[in-house]
């Protein structure tokens, strides 16, 4: 074989194909596929979190592949562990936008995190979806780039204090929050539902990222024997905090943010969690009745058969849905301007049975909090009533 002219007729072949692709081809978008990058943890303390929502989006991108993919392209998740750390969550989303060359961001986990890579999928334009994190720097009205699906960090602490002071005629209350932006956004958002009703935290306790160091925290909230403690923190954390308070015979309401990851939260507790309280934002996952939430449930069987149903693989689910419908809608091959002006062209989402609005100024689908309790057998019952 004249390897010489092989090589040039193969050049001609790869040249001919490139000119073949419309001038407006968009990176991660072929013929037969769109591509999704996902900055995420998948390891430590808040591994939990990462997996359940990319074990979520998996079901949702594999169960529309099953079908088809949209418009005849199917649908690729490639994803990077960040640690929750922000440097490397920093170089994970570069790394997917420069050699993985993603169409789109989805899924990241966690406040630091987005703050740190938010600016730069808004600086290149490129979507950033169904972030895991209701803070509010996510919700302003100028990042068009960014979809929110889950209500904010604000709506969820309001009903923790709502429901606190209601239900339980709680007055003295503390909080424990990690000690960096995610735990700042807890806490401004515990401190403005407070003040609206004339009342002041009881005590504070923090703790650093990636760590269970939650013992000179526990001493400064114990002193001051609060009714409730809110706590803004993973999983792992959280538990240590609410394990070691039950053994000085603390007597106190315990109330986690959606972003605990509430299955691992009342797995690391066992029967310590019976009684604990977490506020959600997507709806129970047991309830089949609801028809996302059926759909749900077959799509996490069909990817593994083995996983149980839970809040987080429900989030990553709805997340995933929303960007198939999104997809759906763009006329033509998909561009990441065409796929964001779809969503606020579309407005309305029903992805059966829970509902997302988005629209000028409003980059956040979804408004509802609700209130779970993790009961003696490690399983959740969903409240209206603390």
């Known amino acids: 074989m004249d390897w010489t002219k092989s090589g040039t007729h193969a050049a001609a072949i790869a040249v001919a194909a490139f000119l073949a692709l419309p001038a407006s081809a968009q ?3 072929s013929g037969d596929k769109v591509v999704f990058g996902q900055a995420a943890v998948f390891d430590g ?17 594999e169960e529309q592949n099953k079908a088809g993919g949209v418009k005849g392209r199917k649908l690729d998740l490639v994803a990077k562990d960040d640690g929750y750390e922000p440097d490397r969550s920093v170089t994970a989303v570069n790394e997917l936008l420069d050699q993985a060359k993603v169409f789109a ?5 966690g406040t630091p995190t987005a703050s740190a890579t938010q600016p730069i999928a808004t600086q290149k334009e490129v979507p950033f979806i169904g972030a895991f994190t209701g803070a509010g720097f996510l919700r302003n009205p100028q990042l068009a780039n960014v979809i929110n699906v889950r209500a904010s960090y604000g709506q969820e602490t309001e009903a923790w204090i709502k429901h606190l002071t209601e239900d339980r005629k709680a ?9 960096d932006s995610f735990g700042q956004a807890g806490l401004s958002g515990v401190k403005a539902a407070m003040d609206k009703r004339g009342m002041k935290l009881a005590a504070e306790g923090t703790f650093k990222r990636n760590t ?14 609060p009714d409730a403690v809110v706590m803004v923190g993973p999983y792992k954390p959280c538990a240590e905090f609410i394990k070691l308070a039950k053994q000085v015979g603390m007597k ?21 969690g019976d009684g604990v309280i977490v506020s959600q934002v997507v709806p129970f996952p047991q309830d089949t009745k609801i ?12 990817i593994d058969a083995q996983a149980k149903p839970g809040f987080i693989s429900l989030e990553g689910y709805l997340v995933g849905r929303m960007a198939i419908m999104a997809l759906e809608k763009v006329e033509g091959a998909p561009t990441r301007k065409s796929f964001l002006d779809a969503i606020y062209k579309a407005g309305k989402f029903d992805l059966g049975g829970m509902t997302l609005q988005f629209g000028p100024g409003d980059n956040q689908g979804s408004d509802q909090v609700f209130m779970t309790i993790i009961q003696a057998d490690g399983s959740f019952k969903a409240v209206d009533k603390l």
Do not use: W
């Open 27 to 29: 990176q991660g978008v």
């Open 45 to 61: 303390p808040a591994a939990a979190l990462g997996k359940g929502m990319n074990l979520g989006i998996r079901a949702a991108f």
């Open 105 to 109: 961001l989805i899924g990241p986990v």
């Open 171 to 179: 007055q003295k209350i503390a909080i424990l929050y990690q000690d």
């Open 212 to 225: 269970v160091a939650v013992k000179t925290a526990l001493l400064e909230i114990r002193k001051a024997n």
């Open 252 to 272: 106190s309401a315990f109330v986690n943010i959606s972003f605990v990851g509430a299955d691992a939260l009342a797995a690391e507790l066992g029967p310590e």
């Open 291 to 302: 028809p996302v939430v059926a759909r749900y449930h077959a799509a996490l069987k069909a």
